[in-house]
């Protein structure tokens, strides 16, 4: 499925980030507690580091640079890792790049999602671009994906702040739409090899599940084996549906909201003549 783009969203994609950044580098600013726990085994200031080391790479491969972490051994790592390695090449990045400085780490996001920004007003955005374990994807999936991980690491570090973070609607959606769709669907690469991809848990060999919210794209998601594709509705039948809204889709797909209560409140509701088959994809679904 090729990217559907407009102007107008490719220009609210790229405003949204720059929001969420300045949010985010303020935050940091503000933090008084950086060795506080974030988010798994990382601190405020790790997880900082981490949001700050993707924004390089991001800024890097959109224009298809040849070093895009800055280290040989790290761009192999790049390359070859497949999701299940993401947790060696994240520590990998983090011991390669040791600045915990809260304030010099705000300065790094700033500039260097400033040159993601920068680049990305010169570049196609639909045209495809390298990205990790060999993925190929459009080149507003980049800044999507920095989105992404702007909010969701935001908010990480919000919670051990004991502040508030607010995740829009809008902003969920696009990240939706223009990185996660362009994944499941794309070019994956070696990205989504081994022995696990995200929703394999608990599901037939194949389904198909039709995702609809009123902020995103209506997609159908086909996982046959180990093969996964994104269609427009209106083709096979469907196993389930799902209606959804976007920020919640958003924290249950990484693990910030338990599925269950996402269920409960409604704000992800399966129906169709397999709903079961659609939560236990949700369930097991993992996504970088």
Request: aromatic share 6%.
């Amino acid at each position: 499925m090729e990217l559907a783009l407009t102007d107008q969203r490719w220009r609210d994609l790229r405003d949204a980030l720059a929001e969420a950044n300045h949010r985010f580098t303020r935050l940091l600013r503000d933090c008084r507690t950086p060795d506080r726990l974030a988010v798994g085994k990382w601190s405020v200031v790790e997880t900082a580091a981490h949001t700050a080391i993707v924004a390089r790479l991001n800024a890097t491969t959109i224009v298809d640079g040849p070093s895009p972490l800055g280290d040989p051994g790290l761009d192999r790592l790049a390359r070859e890792s497949t999701f299940a390695e993401f947790g060696r090449l994240n520590d990998a990045a983090l011991a390669h790049y040791p600045d915990r400085s809260t304030e010099r780490l705000a300065r790094r996001l700033h500039e260097d999602v400033d040159l993601l920004l920068a680049r990305a007003n010169d570049v196609d955005p639909r045209e495809l671009r390298p990205w990790l374990g060999g993925a190929r994807l459009p080149a507003a999936s980049h800044v999507a994906h920095q989105l992404n991980e702007t909010l969701i690491h935001g908010l990480d570090i919000a919670r051990a702040m004991g502040v508030p973070w607010h995740i829009p609607t809008d902003h969920a959606a696009l990240t939706f739409d223009v990185f996660l769709m362009r994944l499941l669907g794309g070019d994956s690469g070696r990205l989504l090899g081994g022995s696990r991809t995200p929703g394999n848990g608990g599901t037939p060999a194949r389904i198909a599940i039709e995702f609809r919210s009123k902020h995103t794209t209506p997609v159908v998601l086909t996982r046959d084996g180990g093969r996964l594709s994104v269609e427009p509705p209106g083709g096979e039948q469907v196993d389930a549906r799902v209606r959804f809204d976007p920020t919640t889709m958003m924290l249950t797909i990484f693990r910030r909201t338990r599925l269950a209560r996402a269920v409960a409140t409604g704000k992800v509701f399966a129906s169709g003549r397999r709903p079961w088959a659609a939560v236990n994809y949700l369930r097991g679904m993992r996504s970088p």
